[in-house]
């Protein structure tokens, strides 16, 4: 019989994994998550980048063609079109809605009345289907009929006769602009979850030390804040260069290409050339550019902007 | 004296009765026979959806309790049923047996070896019905389309078609035909030639708050209304509805590209000149889009698919209804070349890898028998004949709407399957964007036809299987 107090001897195998147990137990933890990514991410890549060195049309795969898939899509003026209207796609929709965002989860931080009513409300079109989005937005601005477009840009003379959705100079801003009324309320809703989950100790320290709401802004929220800005930012950047489904709906990419994006362009070599091989290629150059990207964008938040 | 039953006239119509009864069961049994090895077979189908398959589906039941083959007939979209057909056939899967391809759709297919050719069960006197007819089919669209490399590929199932389709009540009211024979110089009528098109287009183009037919409008009206979406059907509207009727086409015979021939400009000018009279959205407008104008009455003329005509003018589904008139597709004046009109002739085909091609090549047949097709058009209360015969069937040469069966006639006359381009889609594209563009006035038309001579080089030096 053991005294209470003595030491009880524990078998080595019960309580203390071996060392070989040691190293092998991580790895048996993420064993089903890892197999999962694998199958559903790794091999599909994989078999992208081998489409995109042969030659595959109509569903079938043939001959090996290199790097010749990537020499087409490099030289053809309609790829570098489509990457030049996801860069101003991304370049002017993103900033406005991280600022609209930013500027919007700040005024909801300040206990804004009604708040509990208006965060759900502010929420709906993120909530929204794309297709939802699409048609509401094919309604408001169509051409000759549509509830904006009748009622407010031709009464008014704002766009003379002229369809938004048809127009090459106006569809690709009226997408940006459909984007940011989609998306600022998921910015501005990510924002303010940040806000309310920061720390009050350094607020009242500086309340302490006299800092104006400036100073306090600079110096305490946005330091603080920085990994989730950039984490949202990031998504958000990535989510609109791949932007697909309300391009699709609202303007299929035309009028002639002036709203192709890389997606609606793979699509259309996928689905309706049946061009898998350059398809594949422009799937993987797309992510090589994400790739070196991120890379890029990861070292400079963790640098210059302590994010990470 | 009583006139008996036995008199001599009622002898001889029960005997002609019944012998068109027993020819009728010979006929009937010819698939019920042919179908008894494949009893308890399912097959399954995907076609279009239109109001002539809505009605075709009343009828497919009647193939089932005849045959015992079981028919899964499934209807889609115009673009879902290109989309899944395609990507089906295109895997080898076999999940469809049979799918129904628009003439555009064939080239490429043939050239992904996605059809299989039915030469084979044709030559089969067990599977092949000898009173088919097939010398019946309205030659131009069943040859062009049915053909390929010396093998058949099916029958012909849908023949759709483009016809000129007008405001009848504004081109008979007094008013609006005075003025016009004041400012043009001749009678309002429906268009014969595209020029006439274009002044009727540009006559009746009218502001809210101006007259139309006696009444202020309410509303901007337009002179004329087609398709312009990228994609659809509106480059073959402009090739073979305008650029052909020039005298133009994008290819030589050897299908060599000809797109910035000077036929095409002139083709593109007169394009981009009717989209001025046209509603805003021009550029949005699908082939659905087209007819829906039409029948809410903000357009004068249109060119459009007649099947879709078949949904719109009639009673309860537009206020116009009864006061349209069809006419054959204008042609350019003086120009000697054939005339051309956009038709879109469509085959239901095996697919290579359909597992029951048999019982699905007995459908085929069966789909477009005389009996069936007569059948199709009297539930339809008309409908859009792939056979010459079915231009007398009653529902047809009895309609309300004669000038729109002699508008389908005339376009079917001419009207063909598009010429087989294993690269048809990518050349599509890319002209149908030029056509949008030109008709938005981004390109002019000198270069819109440099451009899409460029960008057919680009995909094709002989762009012709």
Not at chain 2, 143 to 151: H, I, M, P
Not at chain 2, 189 to 195: L, R
């Amino acid at each position: 019989m053991t005294n209470v107090g003595e030491a009880v001897p524990l078998s080595v195998s019960a309580a203390q994994p071996s060392a070989r147990e040691r190293i092998w137990y991580p790895y048996l933890l993420i064993a089903p998550s890892m197999l999962t990514l694998t199958v559903v991410s790794l091999i599909p890549f994989l078999y992208t980048v081998y489409l995109s060195v042969h030659a595959a049309k109509f569903g079938r795969v043939t001959d090996f063609v290199g790097a010749d898939n990537y020499i087409t899509l490099l030289t053809d003026a309609r790829f570098w079109n489509s990457v030049g209207t996801a860069v101003i796609f991304v370049a002017i929709a993103v900033p406005i809605e991280f600022m609209l965002g930013l500027v919007g989860a700040l005024i909801l931080n300040q206990n804004v009345r009604g708040r509990s009513i208006l965060i759900p409300l502010l929420f709906m079109p993120t909530m929204m289907a794309p297709i939802v989005v699409g048609l509401l937005w094919k309604i408001m601005l169509a051409g000759s009929w549509g509830l904006i477009s009748y009622n407010v840009l031709e009464r008014f003379h704002l766009i003379g006769q002229t369809s938004i959705f048809a127009s090459s100079d106006l569809a690709l801003y009226a997408l940006i602009f459909v984007d940011i009324w989609q998306w600022t309320p998921f910015m501005m809703l990510a924002f303010f979850a940040g806000l309310q989950a920061l720390p009050l100790g350094p607020y009242r320290a500086a309340a302490v030390d006299g800092a104006n709401s400036v100073q306090v802004f600079f110096n305490i929220t946005l330091p603080m804040l920085m990994p989730l800005l950039v984490v949202i930012g990031l998504l958000r950047f990535i989510d609109a260069f791949k932007v697909f489904d309300t391009v699709y709906i609202l303007t299929g990419g035309g009028p002639g290409i002036a709203t192709e994006t890389p997606s609606i362009l793979a699509n259309k070599m996928t689905f309706e050339f049946w061009n898998i091989g350059e398809a594949s290629a422009l799937a993987v150059l797309v992510w090589i550019a994400f790739f070196a990207f991120c890379n890029v964008f990861y070292q400079i938040a963790k640098k210059r902007l302590n994010a990470f | 004296m009583k006139r008996g039953l036995y008199s001599a006239p009622a002898v001889v119509a029960v005997s002609l009765s019944l012998l068109a009864g027993s020819a009728a069961s010979a006929e009937d049994s010819f698939y019920a026979t042919a179908a008894a090895p494949y009893k308890g077979t399912t097959i399954r189908v995907l076609d279009e959806i239109t109001p002539l398959q809505e009605t075709l589906s009343k009828i497919v039941p009647e193939f089932e309790k005849e045959t015992g083959i079981k028919v899964e007939w499934e209807l889609l979209n115009h673009f879902e049923v290109i989309n899944k057909g395609q990507a089906d056939m295109l895997s080898g899967r076999g999940y469809y047996d049979a799918v129904m391809l628009h003439g555009f759709q064939v080239g490429p297919m043939l050239s992904a070896g996605a059809i299989k050719p039915i030469d084979d069960m044709v030559k089969d006197s067990k599977l092949n019905n000898p009173k088919l007819d097939t010398a019946d089919f309205i030659p131009g669209p069943y040859k062009s389309l049915a053909f390929a490399n010396g093998k058949q590929l099916g029958f012909i199932n849908w023949n759709y078609n483009q016809v000129y389709w007008a405001r009848a009540d504004l081109l008979n009211n007094q008013e609006e035909q005075a003025a016009f024979k004041a400012k043009y110089g001749y009678d309002l009528a429906p268009a014969k030639t595209i020029e006439q098109m274009r002044d009727i287009a540009e006559f009746f183009t009218r502001k809210k708050g101006e007259k139309l037919a006696g009444k202020p409008l309410e509303s901007d009206f337009y002179g004329i209304v087609l398709e312009g979406i990228k994609g659809g059907s509106t480059f073959g509207t402009l090739w073979r509805d305008f650029i052909k009727n020039y005298g133009g086409d994008i290819m030589d015979a050897e299908g060599h590209p000809t797109f910035d021939r000077p036929e095409n400009i002139e083709a593109l000018k007169m394009w981009a000149a009717l989209w001025k009279f046209a509603p805003p959205g021009i550029a949005e407008y699908s082939l659905v889009d087209v007819p829906t104008v039409m029948g809410k009455g903000i357009a004068a003329q249109t060119l459009a698919w007649s099947d879709f005509v078949l949904g719109v003018d009639k009673p309860g589904v537009s206020p116009y209804a009864g006061q349209f008139v069809y006419a054959p597709i204008p042609v350019k004046a003086g120009v000697t070349t054939p005339r051309s009109a956009e038709a879109e002739p469509s085959i239901t085909i095996i697919t290579a890898g359909s597992k029951h091609p048999e019982a699905t090549f007995l459908f085929l047949e069966w789909l477009v028998d005389k009996k069936q097709q007569e059948k199709l058009i009297e539930l339809g209360q008309g409908g859009v004949p792939v056979r010459e015969t079915s231009w007398a069937v009653p529902a047809i040469k009895s309609s309300s709407n004669p000038t729109l069966y002699a508008a389908m006639k005339s376009t079917l006359d001419v009207g063909t399957a598009k010429p087989r381009m294993p690269k048809f889609y990518e050349i599509y594209d890319q002209l149908s964007g030029i056509a949008q563009e030109v008709g938005l006035g981004k390109l002019s038309p000198e270069e819109g036809a440099k451009k899409g001579q460029a960008e057919m080089l680009k995909l094709c030096d002989k762009c012709l299987l």
